[in-house]
């Protein structure tokens, strides 16, 4: 070090670096002045103290086996060729103590040498130590603490030591380097930071330091002051540097930022990096970025090819979890399901992504016809997270499939996880009113009245009769969290497992034949369109026929059926032929919806309908007639309507069950058993397993134990 | 012997009555409670003989000054580097000294706040494995800095000394109702740190080093902080064992309590205090009498004790134990040291080093119990 200091603090001005030089940000210590270096056309800065010393006192055994210690640890220095010239400091007589504290020195027992210099100046008192070991020491002291500090975040303590002992801060010690400029960093000071790797990349010359510092800068700095720092390259002479990997380090950050923000887009060259970067290794991270980038910038078809190429490179986790997203953006939400299924438990992430893919799954409108395995897998799922979205999909899948009971008891479940969660309050007040249970919907409406104008709107249907409520702007956006609208029936399946095997509770629920119930074939763009126009309460008096009947239809899709029966009454009032009889068609399905099946009977008769819709409505009605006397026990009136119903249209599989078990409630075994057969090869074996299973116990009594 | 929580739950100690007794004691004890009113600082130097000395330093100092504790898997802490630098000055070892002293700033003088990390761990990376001080292991420091620094004519060794002093003034003195207190480390004991914080550890008081200390860092209240040590301990041996927990909680200043999560017991710290409240001069507190009947008199010797039930829960038999009841009943009674004693066999280095304390107090200030 002393070869070093001689030539120090002019260097420093050149490099621009003199900021380092002032006082530090923080608490007014003194920032450590980075020694100059020498040129960078000079070998490494290496510590000879100890190697002048022993070549002073001309002890060549000594003075080899520093050499031998010190090519070792610097692999490029070269001896200086002066030595043979020495003594060039004050003549200095033979001392063997010194001798040793400087072979101490060599083999860095620092302790011990303080320990010695103690012991000697007690037994000699106007001893004193050479000054350059003292430096030396000092300087070793100054870098163990320096780098203790550094190892254990003390940033302070780092830079106070560096600023009592600049000698530390050359290219010999890159690494006390590394560490101030990290300690500023921690201390937020990066343009010290920065030019603490300017100072290196200008005076050091050893390639491998000068990469590794590049790559400290990339933890530690902004990409532009890294991307600064970049024309410090050297492209020449006998160690050329080759800082490619920070530029392909660069881009794949631009990228990976890209990657999450569909908003951010990256350069087709910073792509085309990581696409190299991925293709030249077997390793999926950069195919997981490509994919990510792909599936966040509306291509999910390419992001998909490239989680299932991540995925092959066992991609884990975080391939799989973007793989179920991929197909979950491309609808394809069975597949999806099934996938995500498999990934639930390998991280928090992936169980999430099932969660959401599972409740997309049970949310497509119209209700798909799922395995029933596939509904019984996502129910203890959603049971265990308790999973308040997906509580309602399965109570909203219920509900859409007609299974008004077990639609109630998801959405209590989900309200018992969120007890202010007001779309569940309202799936439990719509399923309460469709099971027509009195009490537990009083019970909704009470508690949500003050707190949700849609739960009220469906309260004050039910209360005024026909009366539409008073126009008020609606609390709550509601159309955003109605349920799907009715749709097609897809024949149920049980949605919640039910654990009363025995007992064929499936059917007690009202399975609704509901293909014709609020989707008409006619309008539908206006409908549609309007649906965003009708949350907000209107009266319909004011509005002309055809708005009546726009606002009947939506009103229909928000599942506000008795509010649609007002707007369609104004439209049968005012309209043209057309109109009315669209309007009493949909007048007609309102009722059907609320179970006011004699009411839609007359309304049905208020406008002349098409044949084909005339057809619809008659089987829509003799079906809700049947099933509301099978809900009330009158098991021949059942048969009857379905016989009159099976006249005019082919019997649904659903209501072949009502009519199987109406005659099993009659003690009609045998027709009984005909129609589950029936039923159970149309492929409804569940359903119809459970019908046969009761007619068999009843025909033969249960073992006697 | 640093001990840390050990999650037993903690017991109700203290009597309803207490806080009145507590009151009494304080004003009929306010007299002694600063240090102008005690005898003669202790002079220290060549108080150890060089083969004891070298029996302890041999088993418990390595060539790099690490003082090891060979009890707690060999590692080393600032408690043990600060007994160590003391040590070495009453042994009149300076290149061992100096030894200790470049290990102590070195590896672990580096916290930002000028205090030692306390902890540090041959096999862990990095070495030091706990960042956090512990204030007496610093207060040894500093102390032990001090008196060498005086005594040697060393200006390195003083202007340690008062940097570490004012470190200890700046972070770990606590006030809470007017009154001082020291905290057992920067972090986790304060008010905010816990529950029934601020919580302290009245063996971390080295009262003869208050003195000192303060002469370094004149601007920090050291005689609140002595005064309030007594005034603690003589609260905290108010209940039926009449004994005080190691680790005390002072969130109610007048009814101290066991801190949650130690075992509440009179254990391997407490069992120094008298012996640092008779190295400091301070002999007429009558707690100390208590104690002495109680080690010495009932021939319990040093324990492990409960001071809720007062059960004894290990009896603790090592030399350097025995040697603090010792020096007790010699402070006391004027009992001469059992010739047992006077050999030195170091074992473990927390009792050796209460061994060499002792005898370096007995040297110095009651040569007559040898």
Redo the contacts between chains.
């Keep these: 070090m002393p070869v070093i200091r001689g030539t120090i603090a002019i260097a420093v001005a050149s490099l621009g670096f003199a900021a380092l030089a002032q006082q530090a940000g923080d608490g007014g210590h003194p920032a450590p002045t980075l020694a100059a270096a020498t040129p960078s056309t000079l070998p490494p800065q290496v510590d000879e103290s100890a190697l002048r010393y022993f070549a002073s006192q001309g002890d060549t055994r000594r003075v080899e086996a520093e050499i031998a210690r010190l090519r070792a640890l610097y692999p490029n220095w070269s001896p200086p060729t002066d030595l043979s010239q020495l003594p060039a400091g004050p003549i200095t007589i033979k001392d063997p103590e010194v001798d040793r504290l400087w072979a101490l020195y060599g083999e860095n027992k620092i302790a011990e040498i303080r320990a010695a210099i103690t012991e000697r100046q007690a037994s000699d008192p106007q001893w004193k130590p050479p000054a350059d070991l003292l430096t030396a020491l000092d300087t070793a002291e100054a870098r163990r603490r320096l780098i203790n500090a550094s190892d254990n975040a003390q940033w302070r303590t780092v830079l106070s030591v560096a600023t009592e002992a600049p000698s530390l801060l050359t290219c010999t010690n890159v690494d006390v380097l590394w560490r101030v400029a990290e300690a500023f960093a921690k201390t937020n000071q990066q343009n010290r930071t920065r030019d603490a790797y300017t100072y290196l990349l200008t005076n050091c010359t050893n390639s491998a330091e000068r990469l590794g510092t590049l790559q400290k800068a990339l933890t530690l700095l902004p990409e532009q002051q890294v991307t600064d720092l970049l024309r410090f390259e050297r492209k020449g002479g006998s160690d050329p540097d080759d800082f490619s990997s920070i530029r392909d380090d660069l881009a794949r950050r631009r990228v990976e930022r890209a990657s999450t923000d569909n908003k951010l887009t990256a350069s087709a060259d910073d792509l085309a990096v990581v696409e190299r970067l991925a293709e030249g290794t077997s390793e999926p991270g950069n195919v997981i970025l490509l994919g990510y980038y792909a599936y966040h910038h509306k291509n999910s078809e390419k992001a998909l090819a490239l989680f299932k190429t991540a995925l092959d490179r066992d991609g884990g986790a975080k391939a799989a979890e973007g793989y179920a997203l991929s197909l979950r953006d491309l609808n394809r939400f069975v597949e999806a399901e099934a996938f995500a299924y498999e990934w639930r438990d390998k991280a928090p992430e992936n169980l999430k992504v099932y969660l959401d893919v599972a409740t997309a799954l049970l949310s497509q409108d119209p209700p798909p016809r799922l395995d029933p395995q596939v509904v019984a897998r996502v129910v203890p799922v959603v049971t265990q997270q308790r999973f308040v979205d997906g509580a309602q999909a399965l109570g909203w899948y219920s509900y859409n499939t007609g299974q008004f009971r077990t639609a109630r008891e998801w959405f209590q479940r989900a309200l018992s996880w969120k007890a202010d969660d007001e779309p569940s309050a309202y799936g439990a007040a719509l399923a309460s009113q469709r099971l027509n249970d009195r009490v537990g919907f009083n019970a909704i409406v009470t508690q949500w009245r003050s707190r949700s104008q849609r739960i009220a709107d469906v309260a004050d249907g039910i209360n005024r009769g026909r009366t539409p409520p008073p126009a008020q702007p609606s609390t709550l956006p509601s159309a955003a969290m109605t349920p799907a609208a009715p749709a097609p029936v897809v024949p149920p399946r049980t949605a919640y497992a039910s654990s009363q095997a025995t007992e064929p509770r499936v059917i007690y629920e009202e399975r609704l034949p509901r293909a014709d119930l609020g989707a008409p074939p006619a309008q539908p763009a206006s409908r549609s369109g309007a649906r965003r126009n009708c949350a907000v309460t209107r009266n319909p008096s004011s509005l002309s026929a055809d708005a009546a009947l726009t606002l009947g239809w939506c009103l229909m899709e928000l599942n506000r059926p008795l509010e649609a029966v007002t707007a369609f009454d104004r439209a049968i009032k005012g309209g043209s032929d057309q109109t009315r009889e669209e309007a009493a068609y949909g007048k007609t399905l309102a009722y059907l919806r609320k179970d006011l099946t004699a009411e839609a009977a007359l309304a049905a008769a208020e406008s002349p309908q098409t044949a084909q819709r005339r057809t619809e409505l008659d089987a829509t009605i003799l079906a809700q007639r049947a099933l509301a006397a099978f809900r009330e026990g009158r098991y021949v009136e059942v048969i009857l309507a379905l016989g009159e119903r099976s006249r005019i249209v082919p019997e649904q599989t659903d209501l072949m069950v009502i009519r199987g078990w109406s005659y099993y409630k009659l003690g009609r075994y045998d027709d009984a058993e005909k129609i589950f057969l029936a039923v159970q090869r149309t492929g409804y074996s569940d359903d119809a397993n459970v019908g046969l299973n009761a007619v068999r116990e009843a025909v033969r009594p249960s073992r006697q134990y | 012997m640093i001990k840390r929580p050990t999650g037993i739950p903690r017991l109700l100690s203290c009597l309803a009555v207490a806080g009145l007794v507590i009151a009494f004691c304080t004003l009929a004890d306010a007299r002694r409670t600063t240090w102008s009113a005690t005898v003669n600082p202790l002079k220290i130097a060549g108080t150890i003989s060089s083969v004891d000395w070298n029996a302890y330093r041999s088993r418990f100092i390595d060539?790099?000054?690490r003082v090891i504790d060979n009890a707690n898997g060999n590692i080393s802490h600032s408690e043990g580097q600060g007994y160590g630098l003391l040590l070495a000055f009453a042994a009149g070892d300076?290149?061992?000294?100096?030894?200790i002293?470049?290990?102590t700033?070195?590896?672990l003088?580096?916290?930002?706040d000028g205090l030692a990390?306390w902890k540090w761990d041959p096999s862990a990376k990095?070495?030091?494995s706990d960042?956090n001080n512990a204030s007496d292991g610093d207060i040894l420091i500093a102390y032990a800095l001090a008196k060498a620094g005086a005594a040697w004519k060393d200006a390195r060794y003083t202007a340690a000394a008062q940097k570490i002093a004012k470190a200890i003034g700046k972070n770990n003195f606590g006030r809470s109702a007017g009154t001082m207190f020291l905290l057992p480390a920067t972090k986790g004991f304060g008010t905010e740190d816990r529950p029934d914080g601020p919580v302290v550890n009245l063996s971390y008081w080295v009262f003869e080093a208050i003195p000192v200390l303060a002469a370094l860092a004149p601007e920090y209240d050291w005689n609140g902080v002595w005064k309030n040590g007594l005034s603690l301990l003589q609260q905290a041996t108010t209940g039926r064992a009449r004994l005080p927990a190691d680790w005390l909680s002072i969130r109610t200043r007048l009814q101290t309590q066991p801190a949650e999560g130690f075992a509440p017991e009179f254990g391997y710290n407490s069992l120094r205090i008298p012996l640092y409240l008779l190295r400091a001069g301070v002999t007429d507190l009558e707690w100390l009498r208590t104690l002495n009947q109680r080690w010495s008199v009932n021939n319990e010797g040093v324990a492990v004790i409960n001071v809720v039930t007062g059960q004894v829960r290990d009896k603790l038999t090592d030399q350097g134990y025995a040697a603090l009841s010792a020096t007790l009943v010699c402070a006391l009674d004027g009992q001469p040291i059992p010739g047992a004693f006077k050999m030195f066999e170091p074992k473990l280095y927390y009792p050796s080093t209460l061994y060499l304390l002792s005898m370096s107090l007995i040297a110095e200030k009651y040569p007559q119990c040898l």
Excluded: M
């Design positions: 060539e790099s000054g300076r290149p061992t000294f100096e030894k002293w470049t290990f700033r070195t590896e003088l580096i916290r930002d990390a990095p070495r030091v960042r």
